[in-house]
């Protein structure tokens, strides 16, 4: 599948949401979907990496279809809300670059 922009994404998602007659869900709606979504996540990785495991009557589920869920109720957030994505991913990276530019420490990348 060919790489696609967070704009495309967006629009491959509004397309396929204009399609039904509801719409998109009232904000609250999908904040608690969201927060669902996180915890099915949380799941997930505690299973794979905590110490919790899986029950054999458990449904096999995956850390990258849960992230899928996050990303796809994230997309239906910022479009709902008219926001678009690549400009709030602009907007956060430049407040990581400034605010916490000598926050962590840096890997030595120059030639030795």
Same mark, same amino acid.
């Given at each position: 599948?060919? %790489? $696609?922009?967070? /704009?495309e994404? *967006? *629009? #491959?998602v =509004? *397309?396929? @949401?204009?399609q039904?007659k %509801? +719409?998109?869900?009232q904000?609250?709606s ?6 669902? #979504?996180?915890? %099915?996540?949380? $799941? #997930?990785v505690?299973h794979?990496? +905590? #110490?919790?495991? /899986? /029950?054999?009557?458990?449904? =096999?589920?995956?850390?990258?279809l849960e992230? +899928? =869920?996050?990303l796809? @109720?994230? &997309? ?6 008219? @926001?678009?994505l !690549? %400009?709030?991913? =602009?907007k &956060?990276m430049?407040?990581f670059n !400034? $605010? ?5 420490? /840096? ?5 030795e």
């Amino acid at each position: 599948m060919a %790489e $696609r922009s967070l /704009k495309e994404l *967006q *629009q #491959e998602v =509004d *397309q396929y @949401i204009s399609q039904f007659k %509801e +719409g998109y869900f009232q904000p609250l709606s999908m904040l608690a979907r969201m927060s669902e #979504e996180v915890g %099915e996540l949380a $799941r #997930e990785v505690n299973h794979r990496f +905590g #110490e919790k495991p /899986k /029950k054999p009557t458990e449904a =096999d589920n995956s850390i990258e279809l849960e992230l +899928g =869920d996050i990303l796809f @109720i994230t &997309i239906c957030f910022a479009n709902s809300l008219g @926001i678009d994505l !690549t %400009e709030a991913h =602009d907007k &956060i990276m430049h407040k990581f670059n !400034t $605010r916490d530019a000598n926050r962590w420490t /840096k890997l030595n990348t120059e030639s030795e």
